[in-house]
């Protein structure tokens, strides 16, 4: 198993542009997430879905949008770029939700650099 | 609200030192679950731990033990004989069963480890 995958590894945006981070797991978990950390911080939430076709707004989803139409991908979408969202970008995934306590299992990130 | 405190930004060690990394946590929920991770210089977040709150063992993993104690709210974190790869950040985080909480795991700000040769 791959695990979680996440592409790009890095990229680097101009203030106004966007662009769509991928996040693909193969383990069949329902549950999925979208985290930022800054530098220095912990993790915070964007977006999780419990399935595909559902999806929930986390703790800081202004200036993003996801989309779930599989159980497999998980995308992030960022509309016109701000400095603000220079960040690392976890996806994660977990059979069942945080309610149970399951554990989530991240991806290796994305770095994401708006300029 | 959920909370998790990690009051250590930052601690430097010399090879085979013991070291405890402290986690506080504040939920009002009596069903919660609690996690270590860590991540190295290499970036990714590796997953360490899962204790629930009904479940007050210490728990021991080779060189890797934890401390849950509820009626302090922690959940620490000792390396035994730390080596220089044990040098990363670690993070303790908190989720709740109630079903309000949307879904969060709650992630404290980290604690920097440097274990020095």
């Known amino acids: 198993n791959a695990g979680v995958t996440q592409t790009p590894k890095f990229r680097i945006l101009k203030i106004g542009q966007s662009m769509t981070l991928q996040c693909a797991q193969d383990?069949?978990?329902?549950?999925m997430y979208w985290y930022r950390q800054d530098p220095g911080m912990g993790l915070k939430l964007i977006y999780y879905?419990?399935?595909?076709?559902?999806?929930d707004k986390g703790e800081v989803p202004n200036g993003y949008n996801v989309s779930r139409s599989t159980t497999e991908d998980f995308p992030l979408r960022l509309e016109l770029a701000a400095p603000s969202q220079t960040s690392v970008y976890f996806c994660?995934?977990?059979?069942?939700?945080?309610?149970?306590?399951?554990?989530?299992?991240f991806g290796p990130g994305t770095r994401l650099t708006v300029l | 609200a959920q909370k998790v405190t990690q009051a250590q930004t930052e601690i430097s060690v010399v090879e085979k030192e013991d070291v405890t990394l402290d986690c506080v946590y504040e939920?009002?929920?009596?069903?919660?679950?609690l996690f270590w991770y860590k991540q190295p210089p290499s970036g990714e977040l590796v997953f360490l731990i899962r204790r629930n709150s009904f479940d007050e063992q210490n728990e021991i993993s080779g060189r890797y033990s934890w401390n849950f104690q509820k009626s302090t709210s922690s959940f620490n974190f000792t390396i035994t004989a730390s080596q220089v790869v044990d040098s990363a950040v670690y993070f303790c985080a908190l989720s709740e069963a109630d079903s309000n909480a949307g879904n969060m795991l709650t992630f404290g700000g980290g604690t920097r480890l440097m274990v020095k040769p």
């Open positions: 383990m069949n978990h329902n549950y």
């Open positions: 879905s419990v399935g595909a076709g559902i999806t």
């Open positions: 939920t009002r929920d009596t069903t919660y679950y």
């Open positions: 994660a995934s977990s059979y069942a939700g945080t309610t149970s306590g399951d554990t989530q299992y």
